[in-house]
């Protein structure tokens, strides 16, 4: 099981979501703890200037980004958005 770090942004970021998405959220998170590539959360390695940073899905239209500390166990919880501005 890991333990999941949010940053101040990730936690400033989640509180402009609406009620439905929170909710997507916390079952997002649930699924990071006990595994971060679980097949619901299509989790996948970034490339170019977020090389060794991770996405994963937030229902249809937010992604969320983490780094994981395996040696830890801990998953640091970066920022969420829109998939269409997180990457930039």
Do not use: C, W
Not at 15 to 39: G, S
């Amino acid at each position: 099981m890991y333990l999941l770090s949010p940053t101040r942004k990730y936690v400033d970021d989640a509180k402009k979501f609406p009620d439905d998405t929170k909710a997507k959220l916390k079952e997002q998170h649930y699924l990071l703890e006990e595994n971060p590539f679980h097949p619901s959360l299509h989790s996948k390695l970034l490339k170019g200037k977020l090389k060794g940073v991770f996405s994963f899905r937030i229902g249809r239209d937010y992604r969320g980004l983490f780094i994981i500390n395996t040696r830890d166990k801990i998953i640091e919880l970066l920022r969420i958005d829109l998939r269409d501005s997180i990457y930039k």
